[in-house]
């Protein structure tokens, strides 16, 4: 059995490469098809709300600007936050334009394609630098998360797979959900995406602990935490593996979008 990790062993053990290439960037159809789902969910949600405003967080984004491709056209500024080091840094050196950066081009290539509406892959990505203004630690497991920063409610929050990886057990994912919603300004849009019933995942040859929630519990939290779900979909498109090896013991995967009170 490999050992899982969790909490300050992220900041020595994850591997952001390995991780975005065996989650998200791997052509291989059932990792293109979370990326297609995650890609419809944002795209339904934002559209057909009309959710705009100037302000989006960004909760324990990892290294992963997917979600922010999209959400950069209608929220100008961007406050994207992780726990890790090492994922700050990625995003950071990507804002940047650092010679050793990630190339995140061919998924907003994919995104500009898919949204089908003429943006440049070489605009979005001058916009997603823009909009991108601050890079933060964050720690779920705190009461104010983004400690020692203090900020206006956002007009909108966005969240993947972090609270399920930072929460030991059940009460304190719920907790979780109460500490990201006060965060939320009331009229203000959760986008959410977590995994079904997982209980590790992998990023390279590295195992990472996720509590194992479904879809009851997620909507409790959320409701518990004052919002008014919105929509929800179930996706059973979930990586059996990559290169033989499986990334994850997951069911499926969870968006959900909701309205805070
Ligand atoms: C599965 S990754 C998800 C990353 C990204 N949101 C995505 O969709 O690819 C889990 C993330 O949870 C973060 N994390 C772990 N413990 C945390 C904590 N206590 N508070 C906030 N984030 C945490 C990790 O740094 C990691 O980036």
């Given at each position: 059995m490999a050992m899982i990790h969790s909490g300050d062993a992220y900041n020595s053990v994850f591997d952001v490469k390995s991780y975005l290439q065996e989650?998200?960037?791997?052509?291989k159809p059932d990792i293109q098809k979370v990326s297609r789902f995650h890609f419809d969910m944002i795209h339904q949600t934002l559209r057909k709300g009309n959710f705009t405003g100037p302000r989006l967080l960004e909760i324990g984004?990892?290294?992963?600007?997917g979600n922010a491709i999209q959400a950069c056209t209608r929220f100008p500024e961007i406050v994207f936050s992780d726990y890790t080091e090492t994922c700050r840094q990625s995003v950071e050196k990507w804002v940047k334009n650092m010679p050793d950066a990630i190339d995140w081009s061919r998924q907003i290539q994919r995104t500009c394609d898919r949204e089908?509406?003429?943006?440049?892959w070489e605009d979005r990505q001058a916009l997603l630098r823009r909009s991108i203004k601050e890079i933060i630690p964050c720690d779920?497991?705190?009461?104010?998360?983004?400690e020692p920063k203090v900020y206006e409610p956002f007009d909108a929050i966005m969240t993947s797979y972090c609270v399920e990886a930072a929460s030991p057990d059940k009460n304190s994912f719920k907790e979780s959900m109460k500490s990201i919603i006060?965060?939320?300004?009331?009229?203000g849009i959760l986008i959410m995406f977590n995994t079904v019933n997982e209980s590790d995942y992998t990023a390279g040859q590295a195992h990472f602990y996720s509590l194992q929630v479904d879809e009851p519990l997620v909507k409790e939290a959320v409701v518990e935490a004052g919002c008014r779900i919105v929509s929800s979909t179930i996706s059973d498109?979930?990586?059996?593996?990559?290169n033989g090896e499986r990334v994850t013991d997951g069911e499926g995967i969870l968006f959900l979008a909701a309205i805070k009170q």
């Open positions: 989650h998200f960037f791997s052509d984004g990892g290294p992963n600007l089908g509406e003429g943006s440049t779920l497991l705190k009461s104010n998360p983004l006060k965060l939320l300004k009331p009229g498109t979930y990586s059996e593996g990559y």
